[in-house]
C-alpha cells in the first residue's frame, strides 16, 4: 500500500488529537522514506495532453529528440534570496527536481541528486529546484544544508511554478517529480517518482551524449 504525505497546513488541533496521530506519522513518514512514494501535495492536476512522452517500465518516461515540447519561462527567486531563471543556463542540459522539505521520498532521494549533480555539472548538466509547498523558507534552507545540496532552487510555495509547465508534463499532485530539459530548451524526460542515483543517471546520460 503506497503512503501519500501532505504539506503542512495552518488547521488547528487540540493537543489531545495530535498526541493521537503522532505514532501514525512517524510510521507513515518511516515507510515513505524506505519506499520512496510520492508524496501529495494537494492542488490540481495537469491534465492530460499530447506530451510525446513513452514511458518505460522503470517509470522513466522519454520524448523523441524530434517530438519534445519547451520548457516553460521559469524564474523567481531563490531560497538564497537570488534572483534566477531558467533561461540563464542556456545551451545546459538542466534537471529540474520538485521538492518539498515536508516529503519523506524528497529527503530520501535528495542525496543522490546532490552527488549527481556534483558528478555531471563539468559535462555541461545543472541542476535547478523547485522548493514547493513551504511556508516558509527556513526548513527549506535546512534541508538543503543537511543534505549539501548544491545547486539553487526557487521558493514555490504556492505551487504556482508548477502549473506553468505544458498541460500533461507535470502532474502538481506529485511531489518528488524531475524533469530533463535538452540543451535546446526542450523537455525531453520525466520521472513522477522518487529516483535513486541509477535511475537519474539513466535520465541524463543520453541527453549528454546528444549533439
Same mark, same amino acid.
Given at each position: 500500500?503506497?503512503?501519500?504525505?501532505?504539506?503542512? $497546513? /495552518?488547521? *488547528?488541533? /487540540?493537543?489531545?488529537?495530535?498526541? /493521537? $496521530? !503522532?505514532?501514525?506519522?512517524?510510521?507513515?513518514?518511516?515507510?515513505?522514506?524506505?519506499? !520512496? +512514494?510520492?508524496?501529495?501535495?494537494?492542488?490540481?492536476?495537469?491534465?492530460?495532453?499530447?506530451?510525446?512522452?513513452?514511458?518505460?517500465?522503470?517509470?522513466?518516461?522519454?520524448?523523441?529528440?524530434?517530438?519534445?515540447?519547451?520548457? %516553460?519561462?521559469?524564474d523567481?527567486? +531563490?531560497?538564497?534570496g537570488?534572483? !534566477?531563471?531558467?533561461?540563464?543556463?542556456?545551451?545546459?542540459?538542466?534537471?529540474? *527536481?520538485?521538492?518539498?522539505?515536508?516529503?519523506p521520498?524528497? $529527503?530520501?532521494?535528495? %542525496?543522490?541528486f546532490?552527488?549527481?549533480?556534483?558528478?555531471?555539472?563539468?559535462k555541461?548538466v545543472?541542476?535547478?529546484?523547485? *522548493?514547493?509547498?513551504?511556508?516558509?523558507?527556513?526548513?527549506?534552507?535546512?534541508?538543503?544544508?543537511?543534505?549539501?545540496?548544491?545547486?539553487?532552487?526557487?521558493?514555490?510555495?504556492?505551487?504556482?511554478?508548477?502549473?506553468?509547465?505544458?498541460?500533461? +508534463?507535470?502532474?502538481? *499532485?506529485?511531489?518528488?517529480?524531475?524533469?530533463?530539459?535538452? $540543451?535546446?530548451?526542450?523537455i525531453?524526460?520525466? /520521472?513522477?517518482q522518487?529516483?535513486?542515483?541509477?535511475? !537519474?543517471?539513466?535520465m541524463?546520460?543520453?541527453?549528454?551524449?546528444?549533439k
Amino acid at each position: 500500500m503506497s503512503a501519500a504525505c501532505r504539506a503542512p $497546513r /495552518s488547521q *488547528n488541533r /487540540s493537543a489531545r488529537s495530535r498526541r /493521537s $496521530r !503522532l505514532p501514525l506519522l512517524a510510521a507513515g513518514a518511516a515507510a515513505a522514506a524506505l519506499t !520512496l +512514494t510520492a508524496c501529495g501535495s494537494g492542488g490540481t492536476s495537469g491534465g492530460s495532453g499530447k506530451t510525446n512522452f513513452v514511458t518505460g517500465s522503470d517509470g522513466i518516461a522519454t520524448v523523441k529528440k524530434g517530438d519534445r515540447h519547451d520548457a %516553460p519561462k521559469l524564474d523567481g527567486e +531563490t531560497l538564497d534570496g537570488d534572483k !534566477l531563471a531558467l533561461a540563464d543556463f542556456k545551451d545546459k542540459v538542466v534537471v529540474v *527536481n520538485v521538492w518539498g522539505s515536508w516529503c519523506p521520498p524528497c $529527503r530520501a532521494e535528495a %542525496p543522490s541528486f546532490a552527488k549527481v549533480a556534483k558528478d555531471t555539472k563539468p559535462k555541461g548538466v545543472e541542476f535547478l529546484g523547485i *522548493n514547493a509547498r513551504d511556508p516558509e523558507k527556513g526548513p527549506a534552507i535546512a534541508f538543503e544544508k543537511d543534505k549539501g545540496v548544491p545547486y539553487p532552487s526557487l521558493y514555490d510555495p504556492m505551487g504556482k511554478l508548477m502549473l506553468r509547465f505544458p498541460r500533461g +508534463t507535470l502532474n502538481p *499532485n506529485f511531489i518528488p517529480s524531475t524533469l530533463v530539459i535538452d $540543451r535546446e530548451g526542450k523537455i525531453a524526460a520525466r /520521472s513522477q517518482q522518487p529516483l535513486s542515483e541509477e535511475k !537519474l543517471r539513466k535520465m541524463i546520460d543520453p541527453l549528454i551524449a546528444e549533439k
